[in-house]
């Protein structure tokens, strides 16, 4: 039986437990507030938050819920779209993960031929069963194939794959995914996309505009029929848009519209950042990696399927189409280059790589520090707007130390 005493600070009851053997302490600075804290762990849930004195080993690393990367398309070499993922592979790419503090992410398959994308969605679902990760994948992200073929919008997704929504088709893709596809990304302006968008939120999915070419009409008729947020925007777009008809202004001024950005410096300019932020606010964003499988790979060119990739210290590119791939960091670089472009707290940016996701996704056990919570945790530095993770934690078990 577990024993609580009750600590008052700044006007907030906290459930402070008595010492145990069975019992784990997280101590460092709190992100939100920046006061020294003791959290206690007990199995896989938070039972209490004190606040304590600062020290010297304390006083230099923060605590943070774990981050959460609703689009990830592989890491560390493997890839979630590619023709020889494993579980295996998935292992690899989770564990590699939680160095880089992400404790959730949504597995992301791209457009691609449908029996292979059915094929991959099994693996993941088989993967999600296994207990030593299967708590870090609360489900899978479905970019297209329903989207723009136009060239520029449909960015690095290969053309000849894309079509238009079938409802019998997704049923056989989320059949094979077990069920596990909670997120899709679509183009609203597709002939059937808004019978289809209902379709999709009556069953429990997310719907997501991305690399599309939809007018004011389209994506206001997506948005009446449930989709409510905006994939990697300023993203998956043409190079020259008109300046008054395109589809940055209707979802940047949609407040129904919650937006992810890829903030790893490189695919959005700074002032692109700060314009979407300041249109959204920290409320209404979400930060992403779109890290593809070559992140956390040496620099060069790879082949990938029918392409050949370039993969810079910074991001991946595609050299024959003249177009960025994908990026090549993971969530916790956005994390820095969103405080350091839009002069956000780290609270502010936790915020967005962990908080929102797991609302926006009705992910209630993570994305905050409170008792009763799942006990995905990360201690990091902070320096330069570089976060460094010192350790992570998933459902209360230490899954990475940097010591």
Known sequence: MKIFAT?????????TPFESKDNTMVKGILYSDGGAVSVTLSGDRIIGIERTVDNESDSKSYVAPGLIDVQINGYMGVDFSGPDLTVEG????????WKAGVTSYFPT??????????????????????????MSIPGFHLEGPYISPIKGFRGAHLEKYIKNPDWKEFQAMQKAADNGIILITLAPELEGAIPFIRKCVDSGVVVSLGHHNGSASDI?????????????????????????HNPLWPQLSNDAITTSIIADGFHL??????????????ENTVLVSDALDLAGLPPGEYTRGERTLLLTP??????KENVLAGAASPISKCVGVIMDYTQC?????????????????????IGSIAQGKRADLIVFTMENNQMTIKKTYVAGQLVYSQD
């Open 90 to 97: 998935v292992k690899k790419a989770t564990k590699a993960l």
């Open 345 to 365: 707290t780290l609270e502010e940016g936790i915020r967005m790589a962990s908080t929102n996701p797991a609302e926006l996704f009705a992910l209630e056990d």
């Open 220 to 244: 206001q008729e997506a948005v009446d029929a449930g989709a409510k947020m905006a994939t990697h925007l300023g993203n998956g777009c043409a190079n020259e848009i008109n300046r008054h």
């Open 314 to 319: 910074n991001v991946v590119k595609l050299p």
């Open 7 to 15: 600590l008052l600070f700044a006007g907030t009851v906290l459930l």
């Open 109 to 134: 398959i791209i457009t691609s031929d449908i029996a292979l994308i059915k094929k991959n969605f099994a693996i993941l679902a088989e993967a999600r069963k296994d207990p030593e990760i299967g």
């Open 269 to 282: 300019t700074k002032e692109e950042v700060r314009s979407f932020y300041k249109a959204k606010g920290v």
